[in-house]
T-cell receptor, first 114, second 109 residues
Framework: IAGITQAPTSQILAAGRRMTLRCTQDMRHNAMYWYRQDLGLGLRLIHYSNTAGTTGKGEVPDGYSVSRANTDDFPLTLASAVPSQTSVYFC?????????????FGPGTRLTVL | GQNIDQPTEMTATEGAIVQINCTYQTSGFNGLFWYQQHAGEAPTFLSYNVLDGLEEKGRFSSFLSRSKGYSYLLLKELQMKDSASYLCAAADSNYQLIWGAGTKLIIKP
């Protein structure tokens, strides 16, 4: 079982370019999440999806968009990258939102915007 | 506002015991998670507490006091592989996780 995979592992991107970070899970989890992790700060939620076909905004959604066409995939798109979006991005999933459902994380994508 | 506080860094000796504290303020509360994160890797789940008291799981234990907004992670018989960051996260009334910045634990031989 692969769990959650993310691609690419790392990327250097010119400011203004469009970029999609991919996330796929094979656990049939209902809920999926995108976080960014910056030095000295906790994980911050960008967007989430409680189930296929629905998405919601987290703490820091500006400049990012997501879609959830099916259960397995939850891509994150930066429409026009800016240097402040340089970060490590983690995708996570859980069986459902709420209760004791543990979030399981992908390996992360390290993104540098120049 | 919502806030999680935990120490930035701690140092301990191999074989010893260390306690990592976490205080939280959230809008509503639906439990407290601890995750371990090795450098350059993803966070991995360690424990979850929603009721007051101590939960023991092998060398790791986690404690929660809801009235004090306080939790700690206790690591016993420290091993070099325990060198990592430990993340505290509280679930708010919407079940969204509010994360602390993490405590970097350095284990010395």
């Amino acid at each position: 079982i692969a769990g959650i995979t993310q691609a690419p592992t790392s990327q250097i991107l010119a400011a203004g370019r469009r970029m999609t970070l991919r996330c796929t899970q094979d656990m049939r989890h209902n809920a999926m999440y995108w976080y960014r992790q910056d030095l000295g700060l906790g994980l911050r939620l960008i967007h989430y999806s409680n189930t296929a076909g629905t998405t919601g905004k987290g703490e820091v959604p500006d400049g990012y968009s997501v879609s959830r066409a099916n259960t397995d995939d939850f891509p994150l798109t930066l429409a026009s990258a800016v240097p402040s979006q340089t970060s490590v991005y983690f995708c996570a999933s859980s069986d459902s939102v709420g209760g004791t459902d543990t979030q399981y994380f992908g390996p992360g994508t390290r993104l540098t915007v120049l | 506002g919502q806030n999680i506080d935990q120490p930035t860094e701690m140092t301990a000796t191999e074989g010893a015991i260390v306690q990592i504290n976490c205080t939280y303020q959230t809008s509503g509360f639906n439990g407290l998670f601890w995750y371990q994160q090795h450098a350059g890797e993803a966070p991995t789940f360690l424990s979850y507490n929603v009721l007051d008291g101590l939960e023991e799981k092998g060398r790791f234990s986690s404690f929660l006091s809801r009235s004090k907004g306080y939790s700690y992670l206790l690591l016993k018989e420290l091993q070099m592989k325990d060198s990592a960051s430990y993340l505290c996260a509280a679930a708010d009334s919407n079940y969204q996780l509010i994360w602390g910045a993490g405590t970097k634990l350095i284990i010395k031989p």
